[in-house]
């Protein structure tokens, strides 16, 4: 925007009826070193737009007069363009003081300014700093010259301070509404997140409401303002808190500290790191990751979002992954992993001193390993989810043949089997590329993505135990719910700001999840419940009886599965008993983990003519290794039945307590006996040096001081 040196270069603005800042075009003033936003405006028209300023409807406000001065006319023998006649300087009325939480008052003055038209309620200035600035021209006393200091209504953090989108701002009710715990309006936010109608939404919150008291008319009016007020809050929320991406983002930390466990800016050494985990979040990890696994669902949106997205998740109650983790990064170096891991783990062990997990999936053969093993203590595993859905997405999409589709992906399931079958790779892959050379698209996108890293993939595979089907298929079926929750056609345009991306998980993401664990829990909300339920293959899979599967029985080439909606309808699983089976259906011709090829598989187990899942291959290996590795009547031979035994235990324990319907029975006969609090106490806390040393004596005295205490209580008494 040109600078303005003079007044007289500035033209008047007289805009029809009630206006605003909105409705004038505002010009740059000054020197280059100092310059200010101003407009110039008829000077009995000055109260229309102090009236239309206060009309915003973001930020509906009054505006007080902070400060005044005025000159008579003639008092100025010299003067310039811009000198004053009348000078006032117009405040929003909900600062500049901030009497909220943290705030206080100007340090120019140590106490609270007495004027008129302050805001609609008592010390409710919560330090905004919009302010403008009207002088009516010394020169010419029917202009008024408006300079705008800040136009935007927020604090000196640069939050919004009031009004509509203020989360804060509920209403000048507050106080008299009925008691509302963090949980009840958590859930009633999540509803209003998920679409669910204001009645229905009302209605359950009324209900929460009950639990604690009592309702009446009044109480019943307040509940439906609050309702009201935070369904129009959440929908007026915005993720642009500034224009600039870097900005917004930095406000937003400053705002949710306690929704950031790491935050690294970008700069010319350190690349830009952020890790989210909410309070929900974090005790949904000290619950469910204690003694338990973590996996990654790492690099989502490499290509289509500003930095790439990695999600830790633990598995609940149901063995659902549940997201405890968003880490916003495209750095996958070991020193910036192990800042991030770091600062995790000291976060659950904050909450519970002795918190640690006992395994941590991967499904990444790039992502470093040697700082998750460092900072969390435990073993590494492998999931193959990533590689099937690539592969087999991109079989369907560019081999149009149905019987070449399944012929393909049975072959890269052989290689990938034969790695601990030690089968020659290189051979393998010339062999499938000479045998399916007319396949040129496929072809084409195979030797461009894979076969430069095939090797390290495979590798991976064969270095490190390998997660079952049911964690492959629960991290799959995670990926596909934030795929759908992100990749929304009506939000392409900011996929490349990292606002955007936080603002998404953060409210509509962590909202489905937050209503999944709490309907189950809690037993309401039956449809939720229900479709929590059967979110992964896994569970739909558990549907289906064993009558619905027939297997071929020449060589199990193929297994039918007869549809329990529709009996007419039978779909074929080629290739059963693999984790690269190939179904017919429509979910799995999208690439997923599909009911019918998992319905299979299971029934497979129990078929000595099918070959064994590569996840029970790989433990069987281990083992076999455990028990060949260490020589007759040695040490290493103790260790090594040492940690067999100890594995093995904990492998008994689990299946006892998935396979029992009374978790007493399984606690009784734990070899852990909880004795008296008293003992318990002792226990826990071993007496001091002094207390072991005491006498009879000693203790005798000390009574005998006891009794004549109470004696002298009794006499006045």
Known sequence: ??????????????????????????????????????????????????????????????????????????SLKEYKSDEYLEYRLYWCSFGPENYGEGGGILPSRKYRLNTRNRAARPQSMRGCTCHFVVKRLYARPWLALIIYNDRHHVNKSGFVCHGPLDRDAIGPGAKKIPYISNEIQQQTMSMIYLGIPEENVLEKHIECIQQYCSLDATFSTLASQYVRKLGEIIKRSTHELDLDDQVSIRMWIERNKKSVFFYQETSEIDPFILGIQTEWQLKQMVRFGHRNLIAADSTFGIKRLKYPLCTLLVFDSRHHALPVAWIVTHSVAKSDVAKWTKALFDRAQRIEHGWKINGFVIDNAAMEVDPIRNTFCCPI?????????????????????????????KRLGEIVYGIRGGVNTS???????????????FMSYFKSSWVPKIEMWLLTTKSYPLASQEASGAIEAYHVKLKTKLFDDSHLGALQRVDWLVHKLTTELHSTYWLDRYADESDSFQNVKEEYIASTSWHRALQIPDSAVTLDDNCHLFAKVASLKESSITHLVWNPGSEFAFCDCAWSMQGNFCKHVIKVNM??????????????????????????????????????????YHMLDQIKQLVELNGSNDIGLVVNNMPLKWISKKGRTFVGRPGSFRALRSTSKTITKNLQKKNTKWKRLSRLS
């Open 381 to 409: 595993l492998f999931s193959l989810w990533r590689v099937r859905r690539s592969w087999l997405r991109n079989v369907v999409k560019k081999c149009p043949n149905i019987e070449v589709q399944r012929e393909i992906f």
């Open 1 to 74: 925007m040109v600078i303005v040196e003079s007044i007289l270069d500035i033209p008047v603005q007289d805009p029809p009826e009630e206006f605003s800042s909105a409705d004038l075009s505002w010009k740059k003033f000054g020197t280059a070193e100092h310059q200010d936003n101003v407009a110039l405006i008829p000077h009995a028209r000055v109260d229309e737009f102090i009236m239309g300023e206060c009309c915003n409807v973001e930020s509906p406000t009054r505006f007080h007069i902070e400060r005044g001065r005025k000159r008579s006319k003639g």
């Open 427 to 441: 051979v393998a892959l010339e062999e499938l590329i000479q045998d399916f050379v007319d396949q040129t698209a």
């Open 603 to 644: 029934m497979c187990e129990n078929d000595q003519g099918c070959k064994p899942s590569m996840s029970f291959r790989s433990l069987e290996e281990m083992l076999m290794d455990l028990w060949k590795k260490p020589m007759d009547d040695s040490i290493v031979l103790d260790e090594s039945v040492a940690w067999t």
